[in-house]
């Protein structure tokens, strides 16, 4: 083809996702596979989203609400904050795009960590802005080179907090230590997609730095119903902000990005606390069982703050992850990010980390890992 493609698209390497777990059963012929790969919920969603999903089937001839008025207004009641100050997006994702589009333009600077979430990187590349990227220092963000790396090009900073795929979380001190030190110019995007996760005490004050941004850089924070809430298939999350940065993003924003299902689906999953402290409460217990029991095996568990965590198997990860496949038990192997002996699981149900820990035990004797 004679088609002119930019040099900017051309070199993006397309996010890998984790494969769907249908296919992984057809390609290596396995039936019953447990995935622990993705970070998602293994509870599923509320049964309140469930019916309401269902009971909206027969307006899937409509156009959903452009503005999502009821999704948005529940959202700023229960975080405290004004409509104008929440931004929807098809994923939180979609609400990263629409800052890069909104804030960078050709040759302005974002920073980001390494590792950290792919599409903060691809969406920059996209529209012609420069990555600088630090790396991780003792699995953590390191705060003092991204202030070192800040120049007057500098339009947004994104930190995952915690972190995908360490787990690792920020503390407060040294955040607000850190946002004070930037310059106005610039956007800080505190990505938190697993802040449910998270201890209460390691939480960032976030009505207070949005709403107080006067002599300090503005943040948006950003937040996500695919994890706790178990709406990972429906694509919704969102982003609280000032309303003056919630008014740009509206400008990028295509109409009618939030269908319909999701709508009505997110709107009585935030209305179902019984399902969301039952998911919080269980995703702790699993975690305690699992980081006790892989220690026990003589691999090193690395704590999280989120629903997955970490963990050195003492050899090659890829190697492991084909010897668990092959047991129906999927698993994310980190070699990519550079940890090469190092493995990514989420917290599953009681049956699946016991079908994990099976699994592990026998590759680890037959891998002569220990």
Known sequence: MKIKISPNVSSIQPYPPGKPLEELERQYGIKNAVKLASNENPWGPSPKAVRAIRAELLNLHRY??????????????????????????????????????????????????????????????ARGGINYIVPLKNMKH???????????????????????????????????QFLSDLPETL????????????????????????RNAEGRCPV????????????????????????????????????????????????????????????????????EFLLAEVARLGCRPYPSHTNFFLIDVGGSA??????????????????AYGFQNLIRINVGTDEENGRFLKALAECLTELHYV
């Open 64 to 125: 959903p609400d452009a503005l999502c008025h009821s999704l948005v207004t529940a959202l700023a009641e229960k975080m405290g904050l004004d409509p104008g100050e929440i931004v929807l997006g098809n994923g939180s994702n979609e609400v990263i795009d629409f800052l890069v589009k909104a804030f960078v333009t050709e040759g302005d600077e974002v920073i980001t960590s390494y590792p950290s979430f792919l599409m903060y990187q691809k969406f920059v590349q």
């Open 142 to 176: 390191d705060l003092a080179v991204i202030r070192e790396t800040v120049s007057e090009k500098t339009r947004l900073i994104f930190l995952d907090n915690p972190n995908n795929p360490t787990g690792t979380a920020i503390a407060p001190v040294d955040l607000y």
């Open 187 to 210: 956007i800080v995007v505190l990505d938190e997609a697993y802040v449910d996760f998270m201890d209460k005490q390691l939480r960032v004050d976030f009505y207070s730095l949005i």
């Open 220 to 287: 948006v924070f950003l937040r996500t119903l695919s994890k706790v809430y178990g709406l990972a298939g429906l694509r919704i999350g969102f982003g609280m902000m000032a309303r003056e940065i919630a008014a740009c993003l509206h400008k990028v924003r295509q109409p009618f990005n939030i269908n319909q299902m999701a709508q009505v689906g997110a709107l009585a999953a935030l209305a179902d606390e019984e399902h969301y402290q039952n998911t919080v409460q269980r995703t702790g217990k699993g975690m």
């Open 318 to 335: 890829d190697a492991l992850y084909d010897a668990m496949l092959m047991k129906g038990v999927i698993v994310r192997s980190m070699s």
